[in-house]
């Protein structure tokens, strides 16, 4: 159905988010304040017009029919440099948004334009760093991968 390339990517992409989601669900729940001190408004707020609390109706209505349809999450596939994975609570609303850019240029998010700042890279080049906004309810991260063709991830995850 897909190239080796894609379909080698697109493993990579479900293996990152799978690991991502055990470290997740491995923390013991905290209960977190609705307000931090001093806390920044995030500037990722929504991806390509989706936001957390959205219904999967909603979703599916804004984006189309996804790749995967399933009650706890939807795949999509924009093109063969970008693809996304919403996942639903049991009331079907969206929890987590994770997009995967497989490629660099104009179209692929960077750490300034996720946190409003530059994030330094590691010695081999890759890029990875997380925050909690406590006071907007969620999680956002923004990983990128070293090499000359690197994988992007942006996920926002609701915060329990």
């Not at 159905?1 to 055990?22: D, N, Q, W, Y």
């Not at 009331?91 to 334009?113: H, L, Y």
Request: proline letters at 6%.
């Amino acid at each position: 159905m897909f190239s080796p390339r894609t379909s080698s990517r697109l493993l990579l992409c479900v293996l990152m988010i799978a690991a991502g989601m055990i470290v997740t669900n491995g923390q013991t729940p905290r209960k977190v304040a609705n307000h931090a001190p001093g806390e920044e408004a995030p500037l990722f707020l929504e991806y390509r017009g989706v936001q957390l609390g959205m219904t999967a109706d909603e979703v599916r209505k804004k984006l189309g029919a996804p790749k995967e349809k399933g009650d706890e999450q939807d795949f999509y596939i924009f093109n063969e440099n970008e693809t996304a994975q919403f996942q639903y609570d049991k009331t079907q609303k969206v929890i987590t948004i994770s997009a995967d850019f497989m490629s660099v240029g104009a179209d692929v998010p960077t750490a300034r334009g996720v946190f409003g700042a530059d994030v330094e890279a590691k010695a081999d080049g890759s890029v990875y760093k997380m925050v909690r906004y406590p006071k907007a309810g969620y999680w956002l991260s923004f990983n990128r991968t070293s090499g000359t063709s690197p994988l992007t991830t942006v996920t926002l995850q609701k915060l329990p």
